[in-house]
């Protein structure tokens, strides 16, 4: 049995099995959204980076209660001068989306990354035009900060974001794993 076990759905970290899916995901521009920067990448280079492996960011996959791998919710860190600032990230398959397993994934890493880091604080950023992911956000106890103002690249264009965050005395205990 894993640590990371929701009602819905599992979080698992990435395996090496997993690599061809998780480098066919990061290709296509269907599961990344409309609202993510588009990216190609070989699947030599994902395996790469799996085999050199880095603490700063870390994939998993999130999985049905049948098994089925519906999509990816990462963590990694922001290097800045004052700290390390921790982030997460996360896309579903379309055909998974609006069943509320974003919304528990989120929460399953949120609980996880307060249970298991010495963080105070997690933040995620959006496109202002991805309402889904703002929801999401929302519902897993986010608070919104502000706008970032043309701060993504995306299809040609700079992009304004949003910025969350939940700070640890918001969270105040886990909300699905509780009993890790
Ligand atoms: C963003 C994403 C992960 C959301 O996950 P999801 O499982 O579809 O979301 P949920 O089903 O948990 O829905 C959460 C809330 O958002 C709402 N929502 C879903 N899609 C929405 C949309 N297109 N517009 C507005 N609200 C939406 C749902 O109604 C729900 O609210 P409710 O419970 O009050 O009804 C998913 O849409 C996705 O993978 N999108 C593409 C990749 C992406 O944009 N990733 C985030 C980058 S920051």
Same mark, same amino acid.
């Given at each position: 049995?894993?640590?990371?076990?929701? +009602?819905?759905?599992?979080?698992?970290?990435?395996?090496?099995?997993?690599?061809?899916?998780?480098?066919?995901?990061?290709?296509?521009?269907?599961?990344f959204g409309e609202y993510n920067p588009?990216?190609?990448?070989?699947?030599?280079?994902?395996? +790469?980076?799996?085999?050199?492996?880095?603490?700063?960011?870390?994939?998993?996959?999130?999985?049905?209660?049948?098994?089925?791998?519906?999509?990816?919710?990462?963590?990694?860190?922001?290097?800045?001068?004052?700290?390390?600032?921790?982030?997460?990230?996360?896309s579903?398959?379309?055909?998974?989306?609006?069943?509320?397993?974003?919304?528990?994934?989120?929460?399953?890493?949120?609980?996880?990354?307060?249970?298991?880091?010495?963080?105070?604080?997690?933040?995620?950023?959006?496109?202002?035009?991805?309402?889904?992911?703002?929801?999401?956000?929302? +519902?897993?106890?986010?608070?919104?900060?502000?706008?970032?103002?043309?701060?993504?690249?995306m299809?040609?264009?700079?992009?304004?974001?949003?910025?969350?965050?939940?700070?640890?005395?918001?969270?105040?205990?886990? +909300?699905?794993?509780?009993?890790?």
């Open positions: 049995m894993g640590l990371l076990e929701g +009602k819905n759905v599992n979080l698992r970290v990435v395996e090496k099995e997993d690599l061809p899916l998780f480098a066919e995901w990061l290709n296509s521009p269907e599961v588009l990216r190609q990448v070989s699947k030599t280079e994902v395996e +790469k980076d799996f085999e050199k492996g880095t603490i700063e960011i870390t994939d998993f996959i999130i999985e049905k209660k049948d098994g089925n791998k519906i999509g990816f919710i990462c963590h990694f860190v922001l290097l800045h001068p004052a700290g390390k600032i921790l982030e997460i990230g996360y579903l398959v379309p055909s998974e989306r609006g069943k509320g397993y974003g919304t528990e994934a989120v929460k399953i890493m949120v609980d996880y990354l307060f249970l298991s880091r010495e963080t105070m604080r997690i933040q995620a950023c959006t496109d202002t035009r991805n309402l889904a992911s703002q929801k999401v956000l929302e +519902k897993a106890g986010f608070k919104k900060e502000g706008i970032m103002r043309q701060y993504l690249f299809r040609g264009q700079q992009r304004d974001a949003c910025l969350y965050s939940i700070l640890r005395e918001e969270w105040k205990e886990p +909300k699905i794993l509780t009993k890790p």
